[in-house]
């Protein structure tokens, strides 16, 4: 939970200024080539959101493709254009069939796409990016460039990566930086080169996690100078941004998209409620009926997770810091403990907090044989998975981001991505809730670079309520659903319009 974070909604007229971010260790320099030997030893210092265990990506390719990195291919897409580097360029066809099937599942940003293709609102915007690379992404990033603006993007996690998606970006002319196995160097290689292009200067940032606009305060703060605003989803970069404001180094408005009620409602409930069961299905073939689960974490996310799990037999433990949240378990029927309490008892442990340090190796020491470990949050530092690299305890993979760490007794726990985001690294996610999530997005890079001068000053903001609903209402034809409308006599009482906003800022849905 974040202490003391400032919300503001969108509104008020004062300057902006950007501003250069000195870092303590801004000496050191970005190898741009590294070796294949030092590769694995590149900026472990940087940044812990998404690279921060010993990855053993490459094995989690499969075993038929072409093991040659693809930072040492030479390709070119149909057009002659070679600005990009995704795994196989050949896998195009493939993934424009899975971007067609998702376009189907995303009707708001379709309808986006269509309203606002002729006023072109983002013509003018240079736009880099760093989200999960998924056919969903792929749309939003398609319908940014059909309202004008120029993209380019890298994967926010080493392992969500679809490559015959970013293969059909990079065939469709998107410069993607991104496969699916990346090693750490390769994740900040990647980034590095969406940014660091002559001739090219992003003036706003897509941001899922922190780490592009971490990278850009840290290797080139001058290009602040030029740019609008940052458009923030997750809890961790949220939090980053929040750190930043308040220590005031945040040079440039910021856009807190996790916030929102369309993000946190849909995308953080009713999207991991369905992809944590996938997760762990397509994982383990597990049975979920009779198994005790313990999920650390009872907000939106870990809401949809128990609901999911009670509903399929399963007996569920919340552990939680916040006492309002650890009272809203209890009262939908989850035994509050600490986790020190069910660790040697329980079957499945996982953690949706934010936090660092959840599940550390003495919690590891006491499970169960056999119990399942995973992570439902964006950052990988929830599981202390590098106190587990040591000469004692033997790793054996089992299938593709399923290992064994097995102690010297025998004794093995079942470790699932290496700790990092379980639904998008081990299965999907419903199209359809990523569709309100990616609308909110693009409508709030909408509403920051075409901002007055002097809207926004250099601090976080929230959406205002009438963009929420607005998202929410494009979604409602899916459902042939038909919202009442109030009379004026109605609205007079109620001391609303008509048409919305229909609740204060401070509601909670």
Request: charged share 25%.
């Amino acid at each position: 939970m974040l202490s003391n974070k400032k919300k503001y909604i969108v509104n008020g007229n004062s300057g902006i200024k950007a501003q250069q971010i000195q870092f303590a260790d801004q000496k050191q320099e970005f190898n741009k080539r590294p070796t294949k030997i030092g590769r694995r030893s590149l900026s472990r210092s940087i940044s812990q959101s998404s690279t921060d265990s010993y990855s053993s990506a490459a094995s989690y390719t499969d075993s038929s493709d072409d093991e040659t990195s693809p930072r040492d291919k030479q390709q070119k897409n149909s057009k002659g254009n070679s600005d990009f580097c995704v795994k196989n360029i050949k896998q195009a066809e493939f993934g424009r069939r899975e971007i067609e099937i998702a376009e189907q599942e995303m009707p708001a940003l379709m309808a986006l796409r269509k309203r606002a293709q002729g006023e072109k609102p983002l013509a003018g915007a240079k736009i880099v990016g760093c989200t999960h690379i998924t056919a969903q992404t792929a749309v939003l990033m398609e319908t940014l460039g059909a309202l004008g603006a120029q993209c380019r993007w890298a994967a926010c996690n080493i392992y969500s990566t679809l490559n015959e998606v970013a293969a059909a970006l990079a065939e469709n002319g998107f410069p993607v930086f991104a496969w699916k196995g990346e090693s750490e160097d390769d994740f900040w290689w990647c980034i590095d080169r969406c940014v660091n292009v002559e001739g090219w200067q992003p003036n706003m940032i897509l941001d899922d996690g922190g780490d592009l606009t971490h990278w850009i305060y840290k290797k080139y703060p001058n290009m602040f100078k030029k740019i609008k605003g940052i458009v923030e989803e997750s809890v961790t970069g949220v939090h980053r941004l929040y750190q930043l404001s308040k220590a005031g180094k945040l040079c440039v408005p910021a856009m807190n998209v996790n916030d929102s009620v369309t993000k946190q409602k849909f995308d953080n409930l009713y999207c991991c409620r369905e992809s944590i069961l996938d997760g762990l299905k397509r994982t383990t073939d597990m049975m979920f009926g009779g198994k005790q689960v313990v999920v650390c974490g009872y907000g939106e996310v870990g809401k949809g997770c128990c609901a999911a799990l009670k509903a399929m037999g399963s007996i569920v433990y919340v552990t939680e810091i916040d006492p309002i949240c650890a009272l809203q378990a209890c009262m939908d029927g989850f035994r509050l403990v600490k986790l020190n309490e069910v660790i040697r008892q329980v079957d499945i442990v996982i953690t949706c907090t934010g936090n660092k340090n959840v599940v550390t190796r003495e919690h590891l020491d006491r499970m169960k044989n056999s119990c399942i470990v995973c992570n439902m949050g964006h950052s990988n530092t929830e599981i202390d998975v590098a106190s587990l690299r040591t000469p004692e305890l033997t790793w054996e993979r089992v299938r593709s981001q399923v290992d064994h760490v097995i102690w010297p007794d025998g004794k093995r726990i079942v470790l699932l991505a290496e700790g990092r985001l379980l639904n998008l690294s081990c299965s999907t996610v419903p199209t359809f809730v990523l569709s309100i999530t990616a609308t909110t997005q693009a409508l709030a890079l909408i509403e920051l670079y075409n901002a007055p001068e002097g809207r926004y000053k250099q601090d976080v903001y929230l959406l205002p309520k009438k963009m929420d609903e607005y998202v929410a209402s494009l979604h409602l034809p899916t459902f042939d659903a038909h919202l009442t409308e109030l009379t004026d006599e109605q609205a007079k009482y109620l001391g609303l319009n008509k048409n919305g906003p229909f609740k204060p800022n401070y509601y909670r849905y």
